[in-house]
Nanobody
């Protein structure tokens, strides 16, 4: 059982920055993909970024160039640095882990509780 815990959400003005953290623990010796998803009210959960077991990082088109995914293997923590935030980035952000390298929430077995990010205009 892999457990994940997000932190770092909050309220920020448009154009500002936030950094989300996701600490994970458990049997991570199997190849895992760690991903960030987000879900805005009334919308489906969508992929934001992920890192697979080879260290390849992927971004959705909506955040490419603004968000940066990084990983600290020593701390078993991943980060999402979010710059140039827009009101449409407002959502609950979730960290997830799974054994498929995919942008679809259904491919992830383990989820954090989520952290709220609100961007005011």
């Amino acid at each position: 059982q892999v457990s994940l815990e997000e932190s770092g959400g909050g309220l920020v003005q448009a154009g500002g920055s936030l950094r989300l953290s996701c600490a994970f623990s458990g049997p991570t010796s199997s190849p895992l993909t760690i991903a960030w998803f987000r879900q805005a009210p009334g919308k489906e959960r969508e992929h934001v970024s992920r890192i697979n077991w080879t260290g390849t990082i992927y971004y959705s088109d909506s955040v490419k160039g603004r968000f940066t995914f990084s990983r600290d293997n020593a701390e078993n923590t991943v980060y999402l640095q979010m710059n140039a935030l827009k009101p449409e980035d407002t959502a609950v952000y979730y960290c997830a882990a799974g054994y498929y390298n995919a942008p679809y929430p259904g491919h992830y077995d383990y989820w954090g509780q989520g952290t709220q990010v609100t961007v005011s205009s």
